[in-house]
């Protein structure tokens, strides 16, 4: 895994990786990984994310069960950032959504929910 | 645009933005914007970044004449990206092609590239 040399992270040691659901072409979530966390992600083809709020690498759904399995793999022009096409487990977002970007800004600058809740947080979260 | 006073810019005023076809779904770039790059974009309904290399806000395309045209705008769960749906002119990667992300990782962990270039850097950036 040599590109992973030439890859630009952070001064905090951070890469940008968009997640993408290979199958509808959604955008699901756009997460920070550490070196350690891509090669876990390399290594067991499931995305693992450095999460700021708890200075620790993750799997992604590691409490929801909503895992994301990675298909296919690319990497930017500038080596700045990666771009993971995955198998989404039920929902990619902890607010239930199966996206991130459920909320979409009309023509008037106003928030409107775009797609259907898939599970209820509190459910999910105890 | 009140939902803008409620994003997470970061402590150097940006916040990433992905940026994806509309028609194919294909995902083009990930960006930075300003607080003005995102309202000109929504005045413009054209992609403005902030170049970090520049130091500035462009017209994304500004040089090449590959902009991108907005099509749908959606917010994250955690205010802290944007996802831009966008008709791309031409191409969206100074290499010359579609998208940023021609590089595809291979099981072996080999570069490959993905798709065909549309154009030759040299005569489009002279």
Redesign the interface.
Known sequence: ???IDGLNFDEKGLL?A?I?DERS?R?L??CYMTKEALSKT?EEKKIYVFRRSKGRIMLKGESSGCVQTVK???????D??L?FMVEQTRAA???G?FS??????DDK?E?VI?EQRLFDPKEVYP
Not at 72 to 78: I, L
Not at 100 to 105: D, L
């Open positions: 895994m040599n590109f940008p968009i993408q072409g955008v979530t756009l390399i296919k793999m690319f990497v930017d022009c500038a700045n950032s771009l977002c902890h607010e959504y991130c970007y459920f909320r979409e800004i600058g928030v775009s």
